[in-house]
């Protein structure tokens, strides 16, 4: 065997998948369920890869790494990694930025026609015994309407594409977007007050940063307009949770849909589960057969590309 690569964590059934890359490319594969920087350390010490899923791989974890050149995570957010104490120790940080583009946004564009039509509220109430077509309040058509997209990388662009036969009005506040890709798909670029002030939909689609940790708080659920809702497929961190509360329980919106958690699992007795306007899921929009299988392939050949010293083409820093 040409060395050792540790899986910290992982949420499937097995992984024959990676251990079958791993073996035909001469490395060992150590499967763990790790999480405190403790049990991190334990098995990755010596590790030559490490393959990350929600376990959270810090600086000091970093620093207790002897051995890895490279650390890939499934899927595409990478703030489980300390990136920038990566490239200080060298250790390149990988990526699936692809795996899941359809997933996640087929998943935001449910949410919102869920919201529009009123699924959860009308399902609710037929199933209570009261057969009424307003059990879900004022419902409205999407054209015409608008949404408003927080980021505008991959999966929100993805998700115009997906959403352009429902004729809605789409803006985007992203201060690093390409505005001539904006335009090839008829999006407008706005500052973040107008598109909250503007849009019916707000969909939330940035990656957890510094920069990026409760973006959505108490000042910008008050700028949205009292029937709007605000889509999170994101991270949790990115929206204020207690502020969100607040604002659905006080009508100052109309609704949510929440795939991520400010604490993950949520707990089910979390005021989100109380809320009949609320549209759940369990950090899920990434998930398919085929994504799951395309996401955990690509996490392991990054490995064993870097090992290797060949080119990988998912690279998230420069070391
Ligand atoms: P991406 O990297 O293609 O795009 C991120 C965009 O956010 C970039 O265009 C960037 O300029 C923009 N951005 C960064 N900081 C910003 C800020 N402060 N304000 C406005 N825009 C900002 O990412 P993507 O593929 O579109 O994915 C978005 C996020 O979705 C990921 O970072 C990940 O956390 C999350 N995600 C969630 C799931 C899930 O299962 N729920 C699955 C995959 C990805």
């Not at 957010?77 to 390149?92: L, M, S, Y």
């Not at 977007?177 to 008829?186: C, H, N």
């Not at 973006?215 to 929206?239: C, Q, Y």
Request: charged letters at 20%; aromatic letters at 6%.
């Amino acid at each position: 065997m040409k060395g050792t690569v540790v899986v910290t964590d992982f949420e499937f059934a097995d992984l024959e998948l990676e251990r079958e890359i791993l073996d035909g490319a001469g490395y060992k594969l150590v499967s763990a369920q790790a999480s405190s920087p403790g049990e991190l350390l334990e098995v990755c010490a010596h590790a030559d890869g490490v393959i990350n899923q929600y376990a959270q791989i810090t600086a000091e974890v970093i620093k207790g790494l002897k051995s890895a050149k490279v650390i890939s995570r499934y899927g595409i957010g990478v703030n489980t990694i300390d990136v920038d104490a990566a490239t200080r120790a060298g250790i390149a940080v990988a990526n699936v930025p692809d795996g899941s583009l359809h997933e996640v946004s087929e998943h935001a564009a449910a949410m919102i026609l869920s919201l529009s039509r009123g699924l959860n509220e009308l399902g609710n109430s037929v199933r209570s015994g009261r057969w009424d077509y307003t059990a879900a309040g004022r419902l409205f058509r999407l054209r015409g309407r608008t949404l408003g997209l927080i980021g505008f990388g991959h999966i929100p662009q993805t998700l115009v594409g997906k959403l352009s036969g429902f004729g809605l009005n789409v803006l985007a506040y992203d201060p690093y977007a390409d505005p001539t890709v904006a335009e090839a798909l008829g999006v407008r670029l706005v500052k973040l007050d107008e598109l909250l002030a503007a849009s019916a939909f707000v969909s939330v689609h940035v990656p957890l940063t510094a920069g990026t940790k409760h973006l959505i708080g108490a000042r910008e659920l008050g700028m949205m307009r009292s029937d709007g809702v605000l889509i999170n497929t994101s991270r949790g961190p990115v929206v204020d949770e207690k502020a969100l509360v607040v604002a659905l329980k006080s009508g100052q919106i109309a609704g949510a849909g929440l795939d991520v958690f400010e604490t993950e699992p949520m707990p089910a007795d979390h005021p989100l589960c109380t809320l009949s306007n609320v549209v759940l899921s369990p950090h899920a929009a990434w998930y398919s057969e085929d994504s799951e299988a395309e996401i955990r392939r690509k996490t392991t050949e990054n490995v064993v590309e870097i090992l290797n010293g060949r080119e990988c083409a998912r690279l998230v820093n420069r070391v």
